[in-house]
Antibody, heavy 126, light 106 residues
Framework: QVQLVESGGGLVKPGGSLRLSCAAS????????MSWIRQAPGKGLEWVSY????????YYADSVKGRFTISRDNAKNSLYLQMNSLRAEDTAVYYC???????????????????WGKGTTVTVSS | DIQLTQSPSFLSASVGDRVTITCRAS??????LAWYQQKPGKAPKLLIY???TLQSGVPSRFSGSGSGTEFTLTISSLQPEDFATYYC????????FGQGTKLEIK
C-alpha cells in the first residue's frame, strides 16, 4: 500500500543541524512532487517546502528559507530535509506528504497533499 | 501571501447534527482549496480538493463548496468519528493553511 515513513527527528541544540528522511513505498515516487509540512506543539499546520518530481523546482516558506534544504533521491524512493541553524521555533512534528497537482481553466499550478506520513518530532532546546 | 481565516475556531455539536465550517481567503483563489481532517496524535487526512471534489474513500456526508474568497465544508450528519480538527489549505504556492476549526462533542 501507499506509505510514507519519516525518520531522523530528535533533540538538537539551537544553532544545530538535523537531516530528516522520508521513505516512500507503494507508488512510483519519481512521478510526484513531494512536500514537508510541520506542526508546532498545540498549533496548526505550516507548509515548509516542496520539490518537483525531478528535483528541478523547489520552494520554501519564508520562515525556513536559507536554513532548510529539501532534496530527493528517486533511485532510493526517498525525500530529505536538511535543517541547519535550528531555532526553538522550529520545534514541531514534521510530516512528509505526496503532492497531487491541480489546474483549473486558468492553467495556474496548484497542489494538495493526498498521502501523509505519520511524522517525526524535532525538538530544538538547550 | 494569501491568508486563510477559518470560522468558527471552535465548534460544539452533537451526533447527527449538520455542521458548516467556513474558510475565507484574503484574495481570490478560484477553486484552489483543499480541506483536511486531523485527529489528535495523527497525521492530517485529505477530505476535499479543488474546493468541492471528494477524495476517494471519504464518506459522502462530507461536502465542500465555494469559489473565489469564500468556501465551506459541510458535514451533513455528524458521526462520532468526525470529531476532530479541520483545516483548509489554499493550493497555490505557498500552500497556506487556515488556523483550524476544532469540532467537539456537545
Amino acid at each position: 500500500q501507499v506509505q510514507l515513513v519519516e525518520s531522523g527527528g530528535g533533540l538538537v541544540k539551537p544553532g544545530g543541524s538535523l537531516r530528516l528522511s522520508c521513505a516512500a513505498s507503494g507508488f512510483t515516487f519519481s512521478d510526484y512532487y513531494m512536500s514537508w509540512i510541520r506542526q508546532a506543539p498545540g498549533k496548526g499546520l505550516e507548509w515548509v517546502s516542496y520539490i518537483s518530481s525531478s528535483g528541478s523546482t523547489i520552494y520554501y516558506a519564508d520562515s525556513v528559507k536559507g536554513r532548510f534544504t529539501i532534496s530527493r533521491d528517486n533511485a532510493k524512493n526517498s525525500l530529505y530535509l536538511q535543517m541547519n541553524s535550528l531555532r526553538a521555533e522550529d520545534t514541531a512534528v514534521y510530516y512528509c506528504a505526496r503532492d497531487r497537482d491541480y489546474y483549473d481553466s486558468s492553467g495556474l499550478f496548484g497542489y494538495y497533499m493526498d498521502v501523509w506520513g505519520k511524522g517525526t518530532t524535532v525538538t530544538v532546546s538547550s | 501571501d494569501i491568508q486563510l481565516t477559518q470560522s468558527p475556531s471552535f465548534l460544539s455539536a452533537s451526533v447527527g447534527d449538520r455542521v458548516t465550517i467556513t474558510c475565507r481567503a484574503s484574495q481570490g483563489i478560484s477553486s484552489y482549496l483543499a480541506w483536511y481532517q486531523q485527529k489528535p496524535g495523527k497525521a492530517p487526512k485529505l477530505l476535499i480538493y479543488a474546493a468541492s471534489t471528494l477524495q476517494s474513500g471519504v464518506p459522502s456526508r462530507f461536502s465542500g463548496s465555494g469559489s473565489g474568497t469564500e468556501f465551506t465544508l459541510t458535514i451533513s450528519s455528524l458521526q462520532p468519528e468526525d470529531f476532530a480538527t479541520y483545516y483548509c489549505q489554499q493550493l497555490n504556492t505557498p500552500g497556506t493553511f487556515g488556523q483550524g476549526t476544532k469540532l467537539e462533542i456537545k
